[in-house]
C-alpha cells in the first residue's frame, strides 16, 4: 500500500480525518456505549479515540504507509463490529462509501485500491445477509436508544463523508488550478518558442530563395566547363530550400494541433473560392520537394466541377497542403504522384495517389497523433501530426477522410460536401518589374538584421525603395522625414514593439496615420493577431514566409500605379 507522493494533500487528509475520528469515538462513539451498554463498545471506542489520536505523530518512527495501513485495519474492524453488534442500525454503508472515498485519496496503487474496495464491498454484502438470516443476533435496545443511536451512526457518517467530499473538491480545484496554470505556461512557452523559432527560419527562407535565384542565373551565364559545380551547388540550395519549408510544416502542425487543443483554432469561414487555384497553389508551394525527389506530379481535375465552390479555403488549404506533402515526402523517389479532384453527386473526392513502402496494416493508426512509419528510406523523420490534425481540420468543415493501400500504392480520400460558390472580385496582380513600384516606399521595422535582408530583396525586386528602422521609436522617428507608401512591423521588438507602434501611429494627426500596416510576425494565436488588428494593423503576415508570399501582400496593399510620387 502506497500513499500518494505528488503532495501533502492526502497527509493533510490523513491527519484530519485521524483527529476527527478521534474526537467522535471519544464522545459520540462513548454515548453509542452508554445506550447500548456494552462493554467491548467501551473499550473498542476508547482504543480508537487515543490510538487515532497518536497516528498523526507515527508518520516519521513507522512510516506513511503502516500508518495508513493501521488507519483502514481498524477501520474494517470497526465496520464489521458494528455492523455485527448494532444490526441494520449501524448503517455500514455510510462508513463503507467514506472507507471506498478515503482509499481513493490514500492509496495510489490500482490494484491495492481495488481489492480493498473489493473487500469492504463484501463485507456490506455478508453483513446484509446476516440481517436477512440473523446469523449472528445484534444487541437488543429499546426504541428511543435505537433512535438516539441512528442518529449518533448518520451524524458520525455524514461528517466523515463531508469532509472526504470537502477535500476531494478541494483536490479537484486544485488539479484545475494547477492544470489551468500548466496549460497557460505551456502556451506561453508555446507562443515563445515558436516565435523565437519562426524569426530565424524567415531568413534561412529567405536567404535558401535568394540563392536559389542567383544560382540560376548564375547556371545561364557560366561556362560550360563550369556548369556541373553549378548545378552541384544549386541543388545543395534546393535541399536547404526544401528543409525550410518542412522545418515550416513542422512548426505548423504542432501550432495547429495546440490550437485545437486549448479550442482556439480559428471559426469555420463559409466562402467562395477557386478549388482549382487553392490545389494549383498547394502543389506549387511544394514543388521544391518534388524537384528534389524526382517527382512527377500529376493533377487530374473533374471538369464538371464548378469553377468556384463555398467552404473555408484557409482550412482546406491546410488539408492539401499537409495531404500533398505526405505524399510527396513518403513516396518513392523517381515516381509518381497523382491528385484527382472529381465530382461525385453532391460531393468532392479528392484522392491522393503514391506508390510507397507502407503495409495496408499500418494504415489503421495512421491518423493517431505522434503515431509515424516513416523509415530509413524516406527523406524526412516525422512527428506523426501532420495526417491527425489533417482528420480534425476535415471534420471541422464536415468532411471524412481515409486511407487504403493496395499493390503498393497508398491513397487518401477526402469526401466534401459540395456547395457552388460564386465569382468574386479578384486584384490581378502584375509581375512585379522595376516600372510598377518604383515610385513606393515601404518602411520596414525589424530588427533581425538577416530578416532585414530578406526583406530587402523582395522590396527592391519590384522596383520599390525600402527603408528600415529596428523598432518603433526608431521608426516614429524616420516618419518625421519620410512619407511611406506601405509600413511592415514585426511584432517583438526592443524599446518598442509592433503593437505599441501600431497604437501611436494611429493616434498621430497627420496623413501617417492612415498609411496601410502589415504585421509580419511568428505571433500565431488567433487572439494575438486579433490584437494587432485592434491596434491598427491593416493585414497580418505570418513567419516564416516566402518571397512569393511577402510580395503578393505587398502588391495587395498597393496599386500596382502610383498616381502621385513622393516629394524628394
Given at each position: 500500500?502506497?500513499?500518494?507522493?505528488?503532495?501533502?494533500?492526502?497527509?493533510?487528509?490523513?491527519?484530519?480525518?485521524?483527529?476527527?475520528?478521534a474526537?467522535?469515538?471519544?464522545?459520540?462513539?462513548?454515548?453509542?456505549?452508554?445506550?447500548?451498554?456494552?462493554?467491548?463498545?467501551?473499550?473498542?471506542?476508547?482504543?480508537?479515540?487515543?490510538?487515532?489520536?497518536?497516528?498523526?505523530?507515527l508518520?516519521?518512527?513507522?512510516?506513511?504507509?503502516?500508518?495508513?495501513?493501521?488507519?483502514?485495519?481498524?477501520?474494517?474492524?470497526?465496520?464489521?463490529?458494528?455492523?455485527?453488534?448494532?444490526?441494520?442500525?449501524?448503517?455500514?454503508?455510510?462508513?463503507?462509501?467514506f472507507?471506498?472515498?478515503?482509499?481513493?485519496?490514500?492509496?495510489?496503487?490500482?490494484?491495492?485500491?481495488?481489492?480493498?474496495?473489493?473487500?469492504?464491498?463484501?463485507?456490506?454484502?455478508?453483513?446484509?445477509?446476516?440481517?436477512?438470516?440473523?446469523?449472528?443476533?445484534?444487541?437488543?435496545?429499546s426504541?428511543?436508544?435505537?433512535?438516539?443511536?441512528?442518529?449518533?451512526v448518520?451524524?458520525?457518517?455524514?461528517?466523515?463523508?463531508?469532509?472526504?467530499?470537502?477535500?476531494?473538491?478541494?483536490?479537484?480545484?486544485?488539479?484545475?488550478?494547477?492544470?489551468k496554470?500548466?496549460?497557460?505556461a505551456?502556451?506561453?512557452?508555446?507562443?515563445?518558442?515558436?516565435?523565437?523559432?519562426?524569426?530565424?527560419?524567415?531568413?534561412?527562407?529567405?536567404?535558401?530563395?535568394?540563392?536559389?535565384?542567383?544560382?540560376?542565373?548564375?547556371?545561364?551565364?557560366?561556362?560550360?566547363?563550369?556548369?556541373?559545380?553549378?548545378a552541384?551547388?544549386?541543388?545543395?540550395?534546393?535541399?536547404?530550400?526544401?528543409?525550410?519549408?518542412?522545418?515550416?510544416?513542422?512548426?505548423?502542425?504542432?501550432?495547429?494541433?495546440?490550437?485545437?487543443?486549448?479550442?482556439?483554432?480559428?471559426?469555420?469561414?463559409?466562402?467562395?473560392f477557386?478549388?482549382?487555384?487553392?490545389?494549383?497553389?498547394?502543389?506549387?508551394?511544394?514543388?521544391?520537394?518534388?524537384?528534389?525527389?524526382?517527382?512527377?506530379?500529376?493533377?487530374?481535375?473533374?471538369?464538371?466541377?464548378?469553377?468556384?465552390?463555398?467552404?473555408?479555403?484557409?482550412?482546406?488549404?491546410?488539408?492539401?497542403?499537409?495531404?500533398?506533402?505526405?505524399?510527396?515526402?513518403?513516396?518513392?523517389k523517381?515516381?509518381?504522384?497523382?491528385?484527382?479532384?472529381?465530382?461525385?453527386?453532391?460531393?468532392?473526392?479528392?484522392?491522393?495517389?503514391?506508390?510507397?513502402?507502407l503495409?495496408?496494416?499500418?494504415?489503421?493508426?495512421?491518423?493517431?497523433?505522434?503515431?509515424?512509419?516513416?523509415?530509413?528510406?524516406h527523406?524526412?523523420?516525422?512527428?506523426?501530426?501532420?495526417?491527425?490534425?489533417?482528420?480534425?481540420?476535415?471534420?471541422?468543415?464536415?468532411?471524412?477522410?481515409?486511407?487504403?493501400?493496395?499493390?503498393?500504392t497508398?491513397?487518401?480520400?477526402?469526401?466534401?460536401?459540395?456547395?457552388?460558390?460564386?465569382?468574386?472580385?479578384?486584384?490581378?496582380?502584375?509581375?512585379?518589374?522595376?516600372?510598377?513600384?518604383?515610385?513606393?516606399?515601404?518602411?520596414?521595422?525589424?530588427?533581425?538584421?538577416?530578416?532585414?535582408?530578406?526583406?530587402?530583396?523582395?522590396?527592391?525586386?519590384?522596383?520599390?525603395?525600402?527603408?528600415?528602422?529596428?523598432?518603433?521609436?526608431?521608426?516614429?522617428?524616420?516618419?518625421?522625414?519620410?512619407?511611406?507608401?506601405?509600413?511592415?512591423?514585426?511584432?517583438?521588438?526592443?524599446?518598442?514593439?509592433?503593437?505599441?507602434?501600431?497604437?501611436?501611429?494611429?493616434?498621430?494627426?497627420?496623413a501617417?496615420?492612415?498609411?496601410?500596416?502589415?504585421?509580419?510576425?511568428?505571433?500565431?494565436?488567433l487572439?494575438?493577431?486579433?490584437?494587432?488588428?485592434?491596434?491598427?494593423?491593416?493585414?497580418?503576415?505570418?513567419?516564416?514566409?516566402?518571397?512569393?508570399?511577402?510580395?503578393?501582400?505587398?502588391?495587395?496593399?498597393?496599386?500596382?500605379?502610383?498616381?502621385?510620387?513622393?516629394?524628394?
Amino acid at each position: 500500500m502506497k500513499i500518494a507522493a505528488y503532495s501533502d494533500k492526502p497527509v493533510s487528509f490523513f491527519n484530519t480525518i485521524c483527529l476527527l475520528l478521534a474526537v467522535l469515538s471519544l464522545t459520540l462513539g462513548m454515548a453509542v456505549f452508554y445506550l447500548i451498554d456494552f462493554a467491548p463498545a467501551f473499550y473498542l471506542e476508547l482504543f480508537v479515540g487515543v490510538l487515532f489520536f497518536c497516528l498523526p505523530f507515527l508518520h516519521r518512527r513507522i512510516g506513511v504507509d503502516n500508518v495508513i495501513l493501521i488507519f483502514f485495519i481498524v477501520l474494517d474492524a470497526a465496520l464489521v463490529f458494528y455492523g455485527i453488534v448494532l444490526g441494520p442500525v449501524s448503517e455500514i454503508h455510510l462508513l463503507a462509501a467514506f472507507l471506498m472515498g478515503a482509499s481513493d485519496l490514500l492509496i495510489t496503487s490500482r490494484k491495492l485500491r481495488n481489492l480493498f474496495w473489493a473487500y469492504v464491498g463484501l463485507m456490506v454484502v455478508l453483513l446484509e445477509v446476516n440481517y436477512s438470516y440473523h446469523l449472528v443476533t445484534p444487541i437488543a435496545f429499546s426504541k428511543s436508544s435505537m433512535l438516539a443511536i441512528r442518529l449518533i451512526v448518520v451524524l458520525t457518517g455524514t461528517a466523515l463523508n463531508g469532509i472526504m467530499l470537502y477535500f476531494y473538491i478541494k483536490q479537484v480545484r486544485t488539479m484545475m488550478a494547477e492544470q489551468k496554470k500548466a496549460s497557460e505556461a505551456k502556451t506561453r512557452y508555446l507562443r515563445e518558442t515558436n516565435h523565437e523559432i519562426r524569426t530565424p527560419l524567415t531568413s534561412i527562407m529567405g536567404i535558401a530563395e535568394g540563392l536559389n535565384e542567383n544560382v540560376a542565373k548564375l547556371e545561364k551565364a557560366v561556362h560550360p566547363a563550369d556548369k556541373a559545380l553549378v548545378a552541384a551547388i544549386r541543388k545543395e540550395t534546393e535541399h536547404l530550400q526544401v528543409a525550410s519549408l518542412l522545418i515550416r510544416e513542422i512548426i505548423n502542425n504542432q501550432l495547429d494541433l495546440a490550437k485545437i487543443e486549448e479550442h482556439q483554432f480559428n471559426e469555420v469561414k463559409n466562402e467562395s473560392f477557386s478549388l482549382r487555384e487553392c490545389m494549383n497553389e498547394c502543389i506549387l508551394m511544394l514543388r521544391p520537394i518534388a524537384s528534389s525527389r524526382k517527382i512527377n506530379v500529376v493533377l487530374n481535375y473533374d471538369a464538371q466541377l464548378p469553377e468556384y465552390i463555398l467552404s473555408d479555403s484557409t482550412i482546406l488549404s491546410k488539408i492539401i497542403n499537409n495531404l500533398a506533402s505526405n505524399a510527396l515526402k513518403y513516396a518513392v523517389k523517381n515516381s509518381v504522384v497523382r491528385f484527382n479532384v472529381l465530382k461525385a453527386g453532391d460531393h468532392i473526392h479528392l484522392e491522393t495517389h503514391n506508390v510507397s513502402s507502407l503495409d495496408p496494416e499500418q494504415l489503421h493508426d495512421i491518423f493517431l497523433p505522434f503515431v509515424s512509419h516513416a523509415g530509413k528510406e524516406h527523406m524526412v523523420e516525422s512527428t506523426g501530426l501532420g495526417l491527425s490534425i489533417t482528420k480534425q481540420l476535415v471534420e471541422k468543415i464536415n468532411g471524412t477522410i481515409t486511407a487504403t493501400n493496395s499493390s503498393g500504392t497508398t491513397s487518401f480520400l477526402l469526401v466534401l460536401p459540395l456547395k457552388a460558390g460564386f465569382k468574386i472580385q479578384e486584384n490581378v496582380h502584375p509581375e512585379p518589374v522595376d516600372e510598377i513600384y518604383q515610385d513606393y516606399i515601404i518602411l520596414v521595422l525589424e530588427d533581425d538584421k538577416l530578416n532585414q535582408a530578406s526583406f530587402r530583396a523582395a522590396i527592391k525586386s519590384m522596383g520599390a525603395t525600402p527603408y528600415f528602422a529596428e523598432n518603433g521609436v526608431e521608426a516614429l522617428e524616420l516618419l518625421k522625414m519620410i512619407t511611406p507608401d506601405l509600413i511592415i512591423t514585426d511584432g517583438k521588438m526592443p524599446v518598442m514593439d509592433g503593437k505599441n507602434f501600431l497604437l501611436a501611429l494611429r493616434a498621430t494627426d497627420d496623413a501617417t496615420r492612415h498609411i496601410p500596416a502589415i504585421v509580419s510576425s511568428g505571433e500565431t494565436f488567433l487572439q494575438e493577431q486579433e490584437e494587432f488588428m485592434a491596434a491598427g494593423a491593416t493585414d497580418f503576415l505570418l513567419k516564416p514566409f516566402t518571397r512569393r508570399e511577402l510580395v503578393d501582400i505587398i502588391r495587395k496593399h498597393l496599386p500596382s500605379i502610383k498616381l502621385t510620387k513622393p516629394i524628394p
